[in-house]
């Protein structure tokens, strides 16, 4: 990152955080120690080094309450509202182009949901006659994605406990320092292992008649999670929000769009793809 778009960045991300009710103080003191080390650290990855250095601090690990302008309310530690947080309600991650943006009696299915900022900002706009289907394997993820669920009031939200892949079963999940990072295909030093569902599985258990949107942020098995979700995208066409992370994924990605009778488009880091009927 150049230190102009750096400089950006610092005034978006307090703009951001200055609209924000709650724990304001840890917030800000979060924001300051994180770009001053970023401004001065020349060599390495700075993004990472920066998030080491917080973490061993025990800073990265505080809790605060939040509410945002529009009225969400969320329980969760200063490194995912650093960044998460903001990616996704300020940056618009997952529905920059608009016909991603869930839409009052939508359904939409959130893979990966981790603490649950996107299903609660989903399940916010998708009112009383829709659905959120949010699904999160790690156990203290998973209590922090049903607890903004509840303190949000949302009749609407649908929390599963699991991984998503290609086949239903257990897998090991390495966990990671950082708890947006835990995976499937990563490995690393901790693991457990967890239950594994399909989205077609998904989609059956609940009776889904239609699917809108699907959302996937599951840390390397897009093209898995993909191919679990073969009829539900035969059958419902819903438009497909995802990152990757390797050219070979993208090549496997696109292979398999294309097959689907999708078109797509890569925005930032993600992908969007819409059904081309």
Known sequence: MALSEAFSNIFDNFRFHASIRGDRFLRFSYLIFYYSIFIFIRWGDR????????????????????????GLKFEMDLHT?????????????????????????????DAGANIGIYSVFAAS????????????????????LSRN??????????????????????????????????SLTRPSAKSMVIELKTIDGIVSEFGLSWVDII???????????????????ARFHPR???????????????????DAGYRWSDLRTLTYACHEG
């Open 47 to 70: 993004y990472l080094r920066c998030l080491n250095w917080l973490k061993a601090s025990g800073l990265s690990d505080l809790r605060v309450r939040i509410e945002t302008r529009e």
């Open 215 to 233: 959302k996937i942020d599951t840390e390397g098995n897009v093209p898995q999670v993909l191919n679990g979700a073969k009829d539900t995208i």
């Open 125 to 144: 706009r998708v009112g009383e006659t829709g659905i959120v289907v949010s699904i999160e394997p790690f156990q203290a993820n998973f209590e922090a």
């Open 149 to 182: 669920v509840e303190m949000n009031g949302l009749k609407n939200v649908r929390p599963v406990k699991a991984g998503v892949d290609e086949r239903a079963g257990s897998a090991k999940l390495y966990v990671h320092e950082r708890a947006i990072n835990h």
């Open 81 to 109: 509202a650093f960044d998460p947080l903001f990616s996704i309600l300020h940056n618009k991650d997952y529905f920059l182009l608009d016909e991603f943006l869930p839409k009052p009696g939508n359904v939409v299915i």
């Open 240 to 258: 497909i929000a995802f990152e990757h992370d390797t050219p070979e994924e993208s090549k496997n990605l696109e292979s398999f769009l294309r």
